[in-house]
Structures are given as C-alpha cells and as structure tokens.
C-alpha cells in the first residue's frame, strides 16, 4: 500500500540525482515524482502538506484523495453508470492525452492536478486569472480531451464544438472522498511507478511570440527539487508560502521544491486578496520561506509597518525579473537578523539557472543583482555568435547543459533552441547575454537579439534599462528600441517612480542618464507610468506598454517668436528639436519646468506671462500666438484660470503653501478640454500684497472671487497640502451660505500640528510639509523666519520670495483649527504622509474614504500619478451623492 498512516517515524532520506543521466529516455531505476511523493507521504502522513485560507491537509488526506482521482480517471468505469462526471471522465482519452485543471489556487485545485499527475495523465493547470479564449486556447493547443473545471468556470470554457469536456471539479472531489471510503485507488499505485512521459505541459506567456506549450517530465521537477534543498535548504522542518501562479514555470517550481522535499505549503493568490492580504498570511500561518516576484515584493513591503517585521521567515527569494539592490535593502529592514535573500532565475524550458544568496552580514550590490552561481545539475556555457567559447570575463550567449530540462514542446518549431542528446546531457540556446565576473558569479546582460544601431552605434537595450533602473527615484523601467514609419530608430523608455521618492519628470531622467551614459544611449522618449503593466504571471508585459507617437515628422518652427520660444523649450525640456504641434507637458514639462519656461519667455520677449496662457495653449504654435497677443499685463493675483471653457461644473483648485496654480496645471491638461479649471494661489505669491495669517481669511477671499466665478452651487472643490484645509474651511463658508459642496478632495493635506501632535508618541513632531520646504539645519531655519516677516510685502530675490512665502504658509496651517466636516470627503494621501486616516475622525465626520499613491508628496500631482488623480477626481464629480449643506 503507497500510504499506511502510523505514529512510527520514517526518517525521510535527502533527495539526490547523478549530474548526467543515460540518455533521452528515463530507466526503469530512475526515481519519478511519484516515487518521491510517496517517500514523503510514507515519511509524513500527519505532517500539513497543503493549506489556505479555508482548508487544510496532511500528506496522507492529500494523497488519499489524489489516488482516488487518479483511479477514477484511470478507470472511469467504476463510476455510477450515467451520470455526468462519468460521460465527461470517459472522453479524457488515453493515458498520454493531457488533462486540464481550472480553479481558484487552493488546496482543491494542487490535490487535483496530483490526482492527475498520479493517474500518468500530463498536467496542464490552467490559471483562473486568464481570459476565457486563453483557457480555451491552451487547451486545443495541448490536446488535451477533458477539463475538470470549478462549477462557477466551466461556462467560460468554449467546447461548443463537442471535442473538449468539462467535468465538475467539485463533483470529482465529492465522489474522491467516497470513493476514499470504499478503498478506491489504494491499490492504484503500490509499486509507484508510472510509464515514462510528460508530467505538466507549461505554457508560455507568448512574450515573444504565440506561448508555447513546454513539457516537463519527471526529471525537470525532480531537479527542482533537489535546487530547493541544495540552495534554498528547504527541508521537512519548513512552511512555504506559494504565492506564485501554480500554473506557471515559477509557481510550480514552488510548490514541487516543498512537497518533495517534505516541507507544507500555505498557498495564497495575491491577484486576488491584494497584497494587504498576504501580509496577514504570511504572520499568520508561521511561514518560513518566501517566495515572490520583485514587482510583488514592493507590493508587500509597501503595505508592511516600516517598524514591522516578517518574523519566523528565514528565508525570502525572488525570480522572473531582475531585482535591485535597493529592493533587497528595503527587505532588510523587515526581516530577522539571520535571515537569507536569495535570488534565483531560470526559464520554463530549463527550470533553475542559477542561484545568488545574499546573507545577513554581506554588502548588497547597488545596482541589479547578479544571476549567481549556476544551479544544481546544470552547466552553463557562453558562447560566441559561431559557437566558440568566449574568453574569461567576456560577454557570450548563454547556452545550458543538463539532463535535466524539459523534454521539449508542444509544437516543436522548426528551429528549436534545445539541442541533441550527448554525453547525457542536452543543450539549450537561452539567447541571454550574460558574462562571468571574477568570482565565477554570473551576470545577465539582455537579451542576445535586442541590440540596435542608434545613430551608428551598437546599443544594447538592457544595459541602459539598467543604468535606468540603478537610479534611487525609479522603481522600474523597460527599454527597447522603436522603429518609425520613416525608418528611423529610437529608444523608448517606459518608467515608473519608486515609491517615497521624488518623481522625476522626463526632462530631468534625461539629464540624470546624461551624466551616466553618452548621448545616443539616452532615450529619445520616456513614457512616465504610475505603474508598468503585468501579465497573469506578475511579470512585466511588454507587449502592454503602449508606443507613443514619433515626432520625427513635426512641422519647423515659423517665424522669430516661434523659434526664439521653441530654443527656450529645447533648453529646460532637454530635448533636440520643437516642433509646431509639440505639447510643452507631453514633452516632458512638470510645473516647475512651466514657471522657468514662463519667467525665461517673458524676460526674453518682454511679456507678462501666467499659467493660463499655456494651459490655453500647449502647444508652441497656439503659446507662440498667445505671447504675440501679449502687452505688458498686470500680474493674475490670486485666482488664475487654467481653463475657462467646457460643460462640465467648474473645478476649484486650492494650493499649498508657497505653491502656484501651476501646481495644477498637469491635472487641468489630465482633465481634459471640457473641464474648466480655476485656481487659488496664496495672496501676495505674483502681486505685493500682505499675505492670509488665517486659513479663515484665505478662504474668505478665495470664496469672493468664486462666487463671482459660480454665484450658485453645486460646487467641487479640490485642495493640495495647505490647499486642502483651505478648500475645507471654504466648504465650510458655501454651507453657511446655503450652498452645495458636491465634491471635496484633499490631496495630501497634513493635519495641522496642534492636532497631529496629540496622537503621536512624546517627543516626536510630525516632519514639516515635505513638499514646501527642505531647509532643515538652523542657519537655513533662522533664514526663514527672518524672510517670513517680509513675505508678500518685499519683493524678494525669486528664491527669498518662495522660501518666505512657503514658511509663512507653514506657520498658518501648524495654528489652525479645522472644523468637523459631514459631507463626504475624498482623501488622496501620498505615501509619505505619516498621518493615520484615524487621526481625521474627529474633522472629517462624514462618508470619507482614504486612498494611496505610491510617491512623495510633490509628485502626487505630477506625471505620471496626477493621471490617477484626474480619473478619481472626475468619479468623485460624476458619482457625488446627497451634496453637503
């Protein structure tokens, strides 16, 4: 009998493999994953082998009811004669004929892909987060001829043409365990051995092409394993998390280094529970090893407690993409002070490449972290373009030795990257670049067919995605070359910032990469994204990342003003060339890049310049002929128009202390042409005037002038910082009159500090706006209250005038006493505010809901995030229920 649960202890014996097997066909000696689960399941019956959030089961229950399916597909006779999991387990064909499973990540789903497994039928675990045609897909693709399938799936799966079909997963569980009752399947597998064959059959995700099915047997899965006891030390003793997709390479890899290696598995989905929720996992499950893509990994330490650790996990790896050193820092902080990171790579068609341990006392690299040291069982060889060695330390193709690799595809291309048999070895072409540095540590390079010529040069993409990746304000970042409708080729950059930094704009990426990389290595274009796009595997899909238009063939400059503006633009925005149809933000324009641009056209052209007159014209032939319909004009004072026209209700924009309309003037272009957009900036900002000591009072005299602007409600209303207990206090002001607020939106607004200071611990007073002021030492303090006393009234050097005025603003938001609120309040928080939501309970009384932005409080309403910004803004406008009064 394969299972005889009993309290003796079995010790269960290290899992070993010979480096080179005999050839392309397993021997009848050779040990299978069957033979090994059973080693395990003799060793530990009691032991937990799989868990989640709603179940879980032991070695032995697990592998009783995986026997019994396995018998049940084997010999579907036995079933009740008629019924409809009988007819359905009928049609799986022979043993050879693949079998497909679809559910949720669960127990269920791992017990059945076993029962599978056992039954000698390939395994294809079709992911549930895949779209219905590529369920259907995958399995013509595999020929597979039945697909046990959750009840709640089985209508997205397409066999209207009657060759395919689906039984009831829950049904076949349900007669499993009577047919565990009766002793059905207990016999099935007493001498554990099945003939040879496939094992899974795991798909691709087509990155490059149409996905591609990959067979793996007995010996990829098996060599997993041994990797994960070799250089993970996974062990009896451990829990691992698998919250990687089981149906692919990585996850399953996961799930058979633990299970036969005698360690539990507590499994979980992130794509579905959301971060948050695995971090509860992982403290409540007693986890030991985790294992996750980077992408993942800043997912879950951005929901951790900066004072939080991950106790009891000793070891954390990732795979799938290149990770930074920066990322593996942050982990630090969270972890036990013995605790291991490792990264490890690899590929579906040769599971593990290598793996690069990074312990508790050692330095972390500053850039990517290496490949490592090749894994178990596996050579790898780097190799010239004709095939030859290349010198020591030198860049060459990657190419694998190893008995040990998937036996192949699906659908066998005509050029297949895997080689013939030699030596008890086979060879597969990875197409990577990679070289070996001194220590025989090794370092991936992009890929071997990526490299373009970019005005005569040979650029390789992925070293300046790289160089890109390796700055502190960028999270992530994807290069690759473009070509245009004229023949010409440019490199696109695709970034998004790293979370608590400052977002770079595209300007200053450009001039940081500058200082890094020669000319015809800079991107000619950066596309900023608050996040990139993932596939169903967490991995970037660069097949998602959408390709902006070439500016190649834009229209010259016409005329002196338009080229006396366009070298202006050409020289804050960094770029080469303006054409007539360029927009100044789409070219890379932040709000700061907007009031240089401003001050420098108007100094030149002797013109009075406000943000309006961009915001009205983008681009530089509409700017061009607004600034020649320009005379000297009185500066705008308080209230600035970014946009005047659309049908929509108009926007009211509050900003912060020290801060200029300008500050919204990314947000109004987000919003779009039918959107008008009207600003307050503090009094005494562009015009003398004695500035507002009060909140109060600058609500007061933004409430003027917009009631002259909109005499009758229902009003939006929109603050940043300061701005935001200004907007508060002016909704205050529209009820008293009788007035509808409809819509409130405070972005990033500290609590003032009066209030924030009775919730923090003694001693500790909440950091000053980390917007408005980075002045920190006493010299530059007493500076600052020195300039405050002349704010607004003295006109002051450019940078004395916005360090008084932004100090004054400090002073009156730290005084002030926000009255309690009961219309409903949406609150946009960057993730450097310390401030809890809870702490907003005594002010904000009524529906309020709190949201995130991964960046510093500045960049909340820059490229890229202020797109965010602009869709909730407008769903708060559209959705604003029973307005305030």
Same mark, same amino acid.
């Given at each position: 009998m394969l299972v005889q649960p009993s309290s003796q202890t079995i010790s269960l014996a290290p899992l070993t493999l010979p480096a080179r097997v005999g050839g392309p066909h397993p021997s009848n000696g050779e040990p299978t994953v069957a033979s090994r689960w059973a080693e395990v399941v003799r060793a530990r019956p009691d032991a937990v082998a799989l868990s989640c959030c709603r179940d879980r089961r032991t070695f032995a229950e697990t592998d009783r009811t995986a026997r019994a399916i396995a018998a049940m597909l084997t010999r579907p006779d036995e079933l009740a004669e008629g019924s409809a999991l009988r007819r359905a387990i009928g049609a799986a064909g022979p043993v050879t004929a693949p079998v497909a499973v679809l559910a949720e990540q669960g127990t269920s789903a791992l017990t059945v892909a076993l029962g599978v497994l056992l039954s000698g039928h390939p395994v294809v675990l079709l992911d549930p987060m895949l779209p219905a045609d590529r369920w259907s897909d995958i399995v013509h693709r595999a020929g597979a001829r039945l697909v046990l399938a959750e009840p709640d799936r089985r209508a997205g799966l397409g066999t209207a043409d009657g060759t395919v079909a689906v039984a009831d997963l829950d049904e076949l569980l349900g007669a499993a365990r009577h047919a565990e009752t009766l002793g059905l399947g207990a016999e099935l597998l007493d001498d554990v051995q099945l003939p040879p064959g496939d094992r899974f059959l795991v798909f691709t995700s087509g990155s490059s092409g149409t996905p591609k099915g990959v067979r793996y047997g007995d010996r990829i899965l098996l060599n997993e394993a041994v990797g994960g006891r070799i250089a993970l030390g996974l062990c009896p003793d451990d829990t691992v998390a698998l919250v990687l997709p089981a149906a692919f390479a990585a996850g399953l890899a996961v799930w058979w280094m633990a299970l036969l290696n005698g360690a539990g598995l507590v499994i979980g989905d992130p794509r579905l529970v959301g971060a948050p929720e695995v971090a509860h996992l992982l403290g409540a499950r007693g986890i030991s090893t985790l294992h996750v893509t980077p992408s993942l990994l800043r997912s879950l330490l951005s929901v951790l407690p900066e004072s939080a650790g991950l106790p009891g996990v000793r070891l954390v790896?990732?795979?799938?993409?290149?990770?930074?050193?920066?990322?593996?820092?942050?982990?630090?902080?969270?972890?036990?002070?013995?605790?291991?990171?490792?990264?490890?790579?690899?590929?579906?068609?040769?599971?593990?490449?290598?793996?690069?341990?990074?312990?508790?006392?050692?330095?972390?690299?500053?850039?990517?972290?290496?490949?490592?040291?090749?894994?178990?069982?596996?050579?790898?060889?780097?190799?010239?373009?004709?095939?030859?060695?290349?010198?020591?330390?030198?860049?060459?193709?990657?190419?694998?030795?190893?008995?040990?690799?998937?036996?192949?595809?699906?659908?066998?291309?005509?050029?297949?990257?895997?080689?013939?048999?030699?030596?008890?070895v086979r060879r597969y072409r990875m197409g990577d670049l990679a070289r070996f540095d001194e220590h025989g540590v090794l370092h991936?390079?992009?890929?071997?067919?990526?490299?373009?010529?970019?005005?005569?040069?040979?650029?390789?993409?992925?070293? /300046?995605? @790289?160089? +890109?990746?390796?700055?502190?304000?960028?999270? $992530? #970042? *994807?290069? %690759?070359?473009?070509?245009?409708?004229?023949?010409?080729?440019?490199?696109?950059?695709?970034?998004?910032?790293?979370?608590?930094?400052?977002?770079?704009?595209?300007?200053?990426?450009?001039?940081?990469?500058?200082?890094?990389?020669?000319?015809?290595?800079?991107?000619?274009?950066?596309?900023?994204?608050?996040?990139?796009?993932?596939?169903?595997?967490?991995?970037?899909?660069?097949?998602?990342?959408?390709?902006?238009?070439?500016?190649?063939?834009?229209?010259?400059?016409?005329?002196?003003?338009?080229? /006396?503006? @366009?070298? +202006?633009?050409?020289?804050?925005?960094?770029? $080469? #060339? *303006?054409? %007539?149809?360029?927009?100044?933000?789409?070219?890379?324009?932040?709000?700061?890049?907007?009031?240089?641009?401003?001050?420098?056209?108007?100094?030149?052209?002797?013109?009075?310049?406000?943000?309006?007159?961009?915001?009205?014209?983008?681009?530089?032939?509409?700017?061009?002929?607004?600034?020649?319909?320009?005379?000297?004009?009185?500066?705008?004072?308080?209230?600035?128009?970014?946009?005047?026209?659309?049908?929509?209700?108009?926007?009211?924009?509050?900003?912060?202390?020290?801060?200029?309309?300008?500050?919204?003037?990314?947000?109004?272009?987000?919003?779009?042409?039918?959107?008008?957009?009207?600003?307050?900036?503090?009094?005494?900002?562009?015009?003398?005037?004695?500035?507002?000591?009060?909140?109060?009072?600058?609500?007061?005299?933004?409430?003027?002038?917009?009631?002259?602007?909109?005499?009758?409600?229902?009003?939006?209303?929109?603050?940043?910082?300061?701005?935001?207990?200004?907007?508060?206090?002016?909704?205050?002001?529209?009820?008293?009159?009788g007035q509808q607020v409809a819509s409130l939106v405070l972005l990033d607004t500290y609590l003032p500090e009066t209030i924030a200071r009775r919730y923090r611990e003694l001693g500790s007073l909440p950091a000053p706006d980390p917007g408005t002021t980075a002045e920190s030492t006493k010299r530059a303090l007493w500076r600052a209250r020195r300039l405050v006393l002349m704010a607004g009234i003295v006109r002051l050097p450019p940078e004395d005038h916005h360090l008084a005025m932004t100090e004054q603003g400090l002073r009156v938001a730290r005084v002030h006493r926000p009255r309690p609120w009961r219309g409903p309040v949406l609150v946009v928080r960057s993730t450097q505010n310390t401030d809890e939501p809870s702490w907003w309970g005594g002010i904000l009384a009524g529906d309020t809901e709190f949201r995130t932005i991964r960046t510093d409080h500045v960049s909340l309403v820059r490229a890229p995030h202020v797109a965010t910004l602009a869709e909730w803004i407008t769903t708060a406008m559209d959705g604003a229920g029973v307005p305030a009064r």
């Open positions: 790896t990732t795979c799938g993409e290149a990770v930074h050193g920066r990322d593996v820092e942050a982990l630090r902080l969270h972890l036990d002070a013995d605790a291991d990171y490792i990264s490890w790579s690899g590929s579906s068609e040769t599971g593990h490449l290598a793996f690069h341990r990074i312990g508790p006392a050692d330095p972390i690299p500053s850039g990517i972290v290496p490949v490592g040291t090749p894994a178990p069982n596996k050579t790898v060889r780097l190799l010239d373009a004709e095939g030859r060695p290349v010198p020591d330390g030198a860049t060459g193709v990657v190419h694998l030795d190893s008995g040990y690799l998937a036996e192949g595809y699906c659908e066998e291309p005509e050029s297949s990257p895997f080689g013939a048999w030699a030596d008890g991936l390079l992009g890929r071997g067919d990526a490299a373009v010529k970019i005005r005569g040069y040979l650029v390789e993409p992925a070293e /300046v995605e @790289a160089v +890109i990746a390796g700055l502190p304000e960028i999270g $992530e #970042a *994807v290069v %690759r070359a473009e070509t245009g409708d004229a023949g010409r080729t440019r490199l696109v950059a695709w970034v998004s910032p790293a979370a608590r930094t400052r977002t770079l704009s595209a300007t200053a990426l450009r001039r940081r990469l500058r200082e890094k990389l020669p000319e015809w290595m800079v991107p000619q274009t950066v596309v900023l994204l608050p996040e990139l796009p993932r596939n169903e595997r967490g991995k970037v899909d660069r097949k998602g990342l959408t390709v902006p238009a070439h500016r190649a063939d834009g229209t010259s400059p016409r005329g002196s003003w338009e080229t /006396v503006i @366009a070298d +202006i633009w050409c020289e804050i925005l960094d770029v $080469e #060339a *303006v054409h %007539r149809e360029d927009d100044f933000m789409e070219l890379g324009g932040d709000s700061l890049h907007v009031e240089e641009m401003l001050t420098r056209v108007g100094e030149r052209l002797s013109c009075t310049l406000v943000a309006s007159d961009l915001a009205g014209a983008p681009t530089l032939a509409d700017f061009a002929a607004r600034v020649g319909q320009l005379g000297e004009r009185v500066p705008s004072g308080s209230t600035v128009t970014l946009r005047g026209t659309g049908t929509r209700p108009p926007l009211f924009c509050f900003a912060g202390a020290g801060a200029s309309a300008i500050t919204f003037l990314p947000l109004a272009t987000e919003l779009g042409a039918d959107q008008p957009v009207h600003c307050f900036q503090p009094h005494g900002l562009e015009t003398r005037g004695m500035p507002d000591w009060t909140v109060r009072r600058a609500a007061r005299r933004h409430l003027a002038a917009l009631l002259r602007i909109q005499p009758e409600g229902p009003y939006h209303l929109v603050g940043h910082s300061l701005g935001g207990l200004i907007a508060l206090e002016t909704a205050h002001l529209l009820a008293a009159r």
